[in-house]
């Protein structure tokens, strides 16, 4: 007689790292990355750093929330995804109910701490952002739609508004200029990468751009956005009064991202797109750090 197996619990670490991994950390530290310097700009100086703390936290519970969420949902898909084979729903490390469990504690945890640390309307905007997130890209667009990213990006682009309510419990049209900015930002940066991984999307029937568009159209709509970047990176700095390193870096860099887009005409290699990958990641870091520099170096902070 065989004598059954019995499973070995896994060490806290690992499990606990598991639970980091939910959150996609990656994902929220490019998301951090335009709060606070969209806060310095609405404070038109450095703001408290009791609120800036306050404000990354509840952001990263929200964000961390809703990703996990999404892990829960796409854990079937994932496991099937050479990208995404390795997530703790997929090998096992997490349980699917402990996972949803995590996902909507946290949740509740960043509208509980935004409320009462930030104020409201930074409260809502993150769970609004969470709520589209799950709802509108990952359980309706998703696996329908290759407009999926287009329109799911929305969510992305939240943090900038919860930024900048944070500071003035209001969101004025430079907020939502830089909203703009992270929204069409979104489908060149991903259908980068989607590119890349062409063949685990396909292989998934999940209908990102690059599945069901060729080359050319794809990359023809990833230069359209990118120009739109540009100009609504130099709009957001003249209704925000910032100056002449701001507009350099939003020119200068919003040109060479729209440029390396258009290279993929030439060349659409897994190779080529993850440069555009990168580099469209770095332009957007680039861009919102040197709107906070801007600020900071004319007030003389």
Known sequence: MVAPVVPVPLPLSTRLAGFVALTKPRIIELLLVTTVPTMIVAEGGLPSLWLMVATVVGGTLAAGGANAVNMYVDRDIDARMERTKGRPLVTGVVSARSALVFAVGIEALAFLWLTLTVNLISAVLALAACLFYVFVYTLWLKRSSSQNIVIGGAAGAVPVLIGWSSVTGTVSITAWLLFGVIFFWTP???????????????????????????????????????????????????????????????????????????????????????????YSIWHLSALFAAMAVDVLVRFGL
């Open 188 to 278: 060149p940066h991903f259908w980068a990468l989607a590119i890349r991984y062409r063949d685990d999307y396909a292989g998934v029937d999940v209908p990102m751009m690059p599945v069901v568009a060729d080359d050319r159209s794809t990359v023809r709509q990833m230069i359209t956005y990118a120009v739109v970047v540009v100009v609504l990176s130099v709009a957001a700095g003249v209704t925000g009064s910032l100056g002449a390193l701001y507009f350099a870096v939003a020119i200068v860099g919003g040109v060479a991202f729209t440029w390396s887009c258009a290279g993929l005409f030439r060349d659409a290699s897994p190779e080529r797109a993850m440069r555009v990958f990168k």
